[in-house]
């Protein structure tokens, strides 16, 4: 997946301006903020120690790897845009990067949520909470709010049967599990949601 993107990147190339992300974004809810830049790096170190795990995604074993993660996060960043690889190639999609934080520099937890299209479900691509917060919560909190703030709309995420206490916050925060596919990957979903 990672190796398309870096493609799209280098057949792109690096003077093309992006459009700017939507002023008062809706998809930000009480509790959760877009991720800066700067706050990237937290995100990939908890996105590697995920795929050491099994529970992520990407596959993160090495530094070509990661920056073209982080190429396709910080254009999801400045842009709005995530980069989705498809059948015929990277297509552009909806989506979010946000976290909720204790103060502006402490992130409890991050989700990653994108959609091909305005009437489909938000999938939450990836969520995570950084090791010396889990067990805290944080996470059934950081699904929560995220479900609250795409008012409105469903929600689903797949992922891995290893990741058990993924699933735990899934399941805290109203999704329900829908099947496991033949690879061992656990689908769910959570219907719209407006808030208490």
Not at 166 to 177: P, S
Request: hydrophobic share 40%; glycine share 10%; proline share 7%.
């Amino acid at each position: 997946m990672l190796k398309r993107v870096e493609g799209w990147f280098r057949r792109r190339g690096q003077g093309d301006a992006t459009p700017a992300a939507p002023a008062g974004d809706s998809a930000i809810g009480l509790g959760l903020r877009p991720v800066p830049v700067e706050m990237l790096d937290a995100f990939l170190e908890t996105a590697r120690l995920a795929d050491n795990r099994g529970c992520s995604p990407w596959v993160l074993r090495e530094e070509q790897q990661l920056a073209t993660l982080r190429r396709a996060l910080e254009y999801l960043v400045q842009s709005g845009v995530w980069l989705q690889v498809a059948d015929e190639g990277v297509e552009h999609w909806e989506g979010h990067l946000m976290t909720l934080c204790a103060r502006p520099t402490e992130p409890l937890g991050f989700v990653l949520a994108c959609r091909p299209r305005p009437e489909t479900a938000w999938q939450l691509r990836f969520f995570c909470v950084p090791e010396h917060w889990r067990g805290r919560g944080h996470g059934r909190q950081l699904l929560q709010q995220t479900r609250e703030a795409f008012q409105g709309e469903p929600c689903v995420a797949r992922l891995p049967v290893a990741c058990e206490a993924g699933a735990r916050c899934l399941e805290g925060a109203g999704f329900e599990r829908q099947g496991t596919d033949a690879t061992g990957v656990r689908y769910y979903e959570a219907p719209a949601y407006w808030g208490p």
